[in-house]
């Protein structure tokens, strides 16, 4: 496919812009990495994960041979569009709060009779079900405003947990995620980082993800990000789909209600 | 009417204000306390797989983190001197009185981002090299341009603090433990949490204060 060389060497040229940057000073330098994500967008390799998972989603899977065809996230069976800005919510038939991913995992168990670690394979790693069905579902949300009010006396609750673990410090490091993201105009060496106690910081983080990560070759659902960031800030693994990983994303979704979804993103 | 027939709607009042009360306090989210417990809960359950010995290293709180948690690392005055009495009581200086090392070994530990990354996910191969990583947080040497900036610039260090004894012991202490001079500091506590060895500290004085360190060249 001639897009996909395209694609290809527009990560090639930006990968020779990485290369060619300089010590001629932070600001050039930041400017660089701006005008290679810039190419990038141009062909955003997640456009290949998102047409995986609309494979995945329409093609009959499982014990049942059923397809995701009528997966409720949270609109109503089969209604893909703008299900994903609304999330994570409350759902009264498993009367839990759920993510994206982990109300995936809940039709890809109900409806297709797969088992949540047939569901949940790989997850961790490029080129997994939950990556491509996630990329294709988030798409489907794109030019859409988030929305996650958490005004459910059960999302309210997350929220207030979700904001109690954004600033819980903890682990060799004394880290919480506020450390590096509770102030605006910050940065780990070149990398700026997201005030996500912020409505403006959180928007221009949230609306990005999930994103093809370029440094991974790879989309990242949030899930992934947020797992990972516990990783470097030296905590153990935190188990997929749980509480506190939903609870996180309450917290970050509820700030940046009101911008765009520009799904999937890129990131460095 | 009456007085018989008026009497029972004054102690309505009160007891429809309670009902009120209990309602609001049903359907309010949870007191401050009530979250906080909520929380350590789904904390605790979300990381089945860690181990006893990695929960109480690098889960579970110490009074100070859980403090500044509770603060969201803005403590009021009482909480702040409290914090700075208790770390202030664990500073511990070098059983070789040796404050000040070798700041090319400091220099070299400012730049190491790596070491202490567990789980099964992604973690470090082992033997990896456990640094300070100063340079993520500050702009130090001038030569390197890649500085964050979470923490204050240290450029000319010695020539803003000086190298007397007592510079060298506050500088010492405050990578030991940041946090006996500034409560709820960002600043990871070093020596406290025995991220760092002792000499490891030592060497990254000398990075910050040797006259011959490119950080005040």
Same mark, same amino acid.
């Given at each position: ?84 800005? /609304?999330? =994570? ?11 994206? @991913?982990? !109300? &995936?995992?809940? #039709? $890809? ?98 609306? /990005?993800? =999930? ?11 949030? @899930?992934? !990000? &947020?797992?990972? #960031? $516990? ?38 | ?217």
């Amino acid at each position: 496919m001639p897009t996909i060389h395209r694609r290809l060497a527009a990560v090639a040229a930006g990968a020779c812009v990485m290369l060619a940057l300089s010590a001629a000073g932070q600001d050039k330098a930041m400017e660089e990495i701006q005008r290679y994500r810039q190419m990038l967008q141009e062909g955003n390799p997640a456009e290949l994960m998102e047409m995986n998972g609309e494979a995945l989603w329409t093609t009959p899977r499982g014990p049942r041979g059923a397809t995701l065809e009528r997966c409720d996230l949270g609109l109503g069976a089969g209604k893909l569009e703008g299900a994903y800005a /609304q999330l =994570p919510r409350f759902f009264a038939d498993t009367g839990k709060m759920q993510d994206a @991913e982990s !109300r &995936l995992v809940t #039709c $890809m168990t109900a409806l297709q009779g797969l088992s949540v670690e047939e569901a949940t394979k790989n997850w961790h790693r490029p080129g997994s079900d939950i990556e491509a069905l996630v990329t294709f579902v988030a798409t489907k949300s794109k030019g859409v405003k988030i929305d996650v009010p958490a005004r459910h006396p059960r999302e309210a609750e997350t929220f207030a947990v979700g904001e109690e673990l954004f600033f819980r410090r903890s682990g060799p490091l004394d880290f919480s995620c506020a450390t590096c993201h509770g102030q605006d105009d910050k940065r780990i060496r070149l990398q700026e980082l997201p005030n996500l106690t912020t409505a403006q910081g959180a928007q221009a983080s949230m609306v /990005q993800w =999930p994103a093809y990560r370029v440094s991974q070759s790879a989309v990242w659902t949030m @899930e992934r !990000r &947020l797992i990972d #960031c $516990m990783r470097q800030m030296r905590f153990p693994d935190a188990d997929y789909l749980s509480d506190a990983v939903i609870a996180l994303q309450v917290y970050m979704q509820s700030k940046a209600s009101g911008a765009t979804l520009e799904a999937p993103g890129i990131k460095r | 009417m009456n007085r018989a027939a008026r009497r029972p709607l004054l102690p309505t009042l009160p007891r429809c204000l309670l009902v009120l009360g209990a309602l609001a306090a049903l359907s309010l989210p949870a007191r401050a306390g009530d979250v906080s417990a909520q929380a350590e809960e789904v904390w605790r359950k979300s990381f089945s797989t860690a181990s006893p010995e990695e929960w109480a290293a690098r889960l579970a709180q110490d009074e100070v983190n859980a403090l500044c948690s509770k603060h969201r690392n803005n403590p009021p005055p009482e909480v702040a001197a409290r914090i700075i009495e208790l770390s202030q009581a664990g500073l511990a200086l070098p059983e070789d009185g040796k404050l000040m090392g070798d700041w090319k070994e400091g220099e070299k530990l400012a730049s190491i981002g790596t070491g202490g990354h567990i789980g099964r996910i992604q973690p470090d191969r082992p033997g990896t090299r456990q640094g300070g990583n100063c340079y993520a947080c500050h702009a130090i040497a001038k030569k390197e341009i890649a500085a964050g900036n979470l923490g204050p610039s240290l450029t000319n260090y010695a020539k803003v603090r000086g190298t007397s004894p007592e510079a060298v012991r506050y500088v010492y202490a405050k990578i030991y433990n940041a946090q006996a001079f500034v409560a709820c500091s960002s600043m990871p506590r070093f020596g406290h949490n025995r991220w760092l060895t002792p000499k490891e500290i030592a060497d990254a004085v000398a990075f910050l204060l040797d006259p011959e360190s490119p950080v005040n060249k």
